[in-house]
């Protein structure tokens, strides 16, 4: 299992791919809602174990922090998005959210699907940053679509019991996701949530190859990645802004994680 680090933190963007060919993604873990519409062929998912063959006409809602994967062994064609929170309902929380399903794919009704075409939602490409009131009427129009989606879903799905270490793991990535830029320790992390911080320290141990340290620090390089290209603040700045102690500590950080400097990305993507 791996997480995606762009799907975590403060800059989550609304990701959008339009799956093709032949595919295999492989276990991993991310914060926010994936949704998977399939408008043609069919792709096996897995979801916290499980396995599902979603068709032409099928919808799979994958809520934050399930490990989760997808094959396709054929062709097909496919929307996956990943959603930043805001569009989100207000009225579904995240405990609701990211409960245990009995299922993750459902067949949409047909009043849903024709929506979904008719709105050509199904079409829709990443747009990495919205602004208003150019972006508005796009906004409402994902929302409303969205807002759909995980009606229908929450109404034809039924919540089953998770397992303890998974809901565990999901609430300490929770915490760290939202508390990266702050002096963040283990110590501090097992204080917020009641747990001892070598059972903090354990849980990472589900997730293969990374540390406690290793996902506080992709959190805020993911962060400082952001404000280089679309700040003008200095790196010393960005660097505290994100919670690094010291310019040279965040130096050696965003070296080792991208093989280049802070200042040479932000010059080549300027």
Same mark, same amino acid.
């Given at each position: 299992?791996?997480?995606?680090?762009?799907?975590?933190?403060?800059?989550?963007?609304?990701?959008?791919?339009?799956?093709?060919?032949?595919?295999?993604?492989?276990?991993? #873990?991310?914060?926010?809602?994936?949704?998977?519409?399939?408008?043609?062929?069919? &792709?096996? &998912?897995?979801?916290?174990?499980?396995?599902?063959?979603?068709?032409?006409?099928? &919808?799979?809602?994958?809520?934050?922090?399930?490990?989760?994967?997808?094959?396709?062994?054929?062709?097909?064609?496919?929307?996956?998005?990943?959603?930043?929170?805001?569009?989100?309902?207000?009225?579904?929380?995240?405990?609701?959210?990211?409960?245990?399903?009995?299922?993750?794919?459902?067949?949409?009704?047909?009043?849903?699907?024709?929506?979904?075409?008719?709105?050509?939602?199904?079409?829709?490409?990443?747009?990495?940053f919205f602004k208003l009131?150019?972006?508005?009427?796009?906004?409402?129009?994902?929302?409303?679509?969205?807002?759909?989606? #995980?009606?229908?879903?929450?109404?034809?799905?039924?919540?089953?019991?998770?397992?303890?270490?998974?809901?565990?793991?999901?609430?300490?990535?929770?915490y760290v996701s939202n508390?990266?830029?702050?002096?963040?320790?283990?110590?501090?992390?097992?204080?917020?949530?009641?747990?001892?911080?070598?059972?903090?320290?354990?849980?990472?141990?589900?997730?293969?190859?990374?540390?406690?340290?290793?996902?506080?620090?992709?959190?805020?390089?993911?962060?400082?990645?952001?404000?280089?290209?679309?700040?003008?603040?200095?790196?010393?700045? &960005?660097?505290?802004?994100?919670?690094?102690?010291?310019?040279?500590?965040?130096?050696?950080?965003?070296?080792?994680?991208?093989?280049?400097?802070?200042?040479?990305?932000?010059?080549?993507?300027?």
């Amino acid at each position: 299992m791996f997480i995606q680090n762009a799907n975590f933190g403060q800059e989550a963007k609304l990701k959008c791919g339009h799956v093709t060919e032949a595919h295999n993604s492989g276990n991993h #873990i991310h914060q926010y809602c994936e949704i998977e519409m399939v408008t043609d062929g069919e &792709i096996e &998912i897995t979801v916290s174990g499980k396995k599902y063959i979603a068709k032409k006409g099928d &919808i799979a809602l994958i809520p934050p922090f399930k490990v989760h994967s997808f094959h396709t062994p054929e062709r097909v064609e496919m929307l996956i998005m990943t959603l930043p929170n805001f569009f989100l309902p207000a009225t579904v929380g995240f405990d609701e959210l990211s409960a245990e399903r009995d299922a993750y794919v459902f067949t949409a009704s047909e009043p849903l699907w024709h929506y979904l075409y008719e709105t050509g939602f199904h079409t829709t490409r990443t747009k990495h940053f919205f602004k208003l009131p150019e972006d508005r009427a796009l906004i409402h129009r994902l929302q409303a679509a969205i807002h759909l989606i #995980i009606a229908e879903f929450l109404s034809v799905t039924e919540e089953s019991e998770v397992s303890v270490s998974e809901n565990t793991l999901a609430r300490i990535l929770l915490y760290v996701s939202n508390h990266f830029t702050e002096d963040i320790t283990l110590g501090k992390v097992g204080e917020a949530l009641g747990y001892n911080p070598k059972y903090v320290s354990a849980c990472f141990s589900m997730i293969n190859g990374i540390s406690f340290r290793d996902f506080l620090n992709s959190l805020r390089i993911e962060r400082a990645k952001a404000l280089l290209i679309t700040t003008d603040s200095t790196v010393l700045t &960005i660097a505290l802004e994100c919670g690094f102690k010291n310019e040279s500590t965040f130096h050696r950080v965003f070296l080792d994680a991208t093989g280049t400097t802070p200042a040479k990305y932000r010059k080549s993507r300027s």
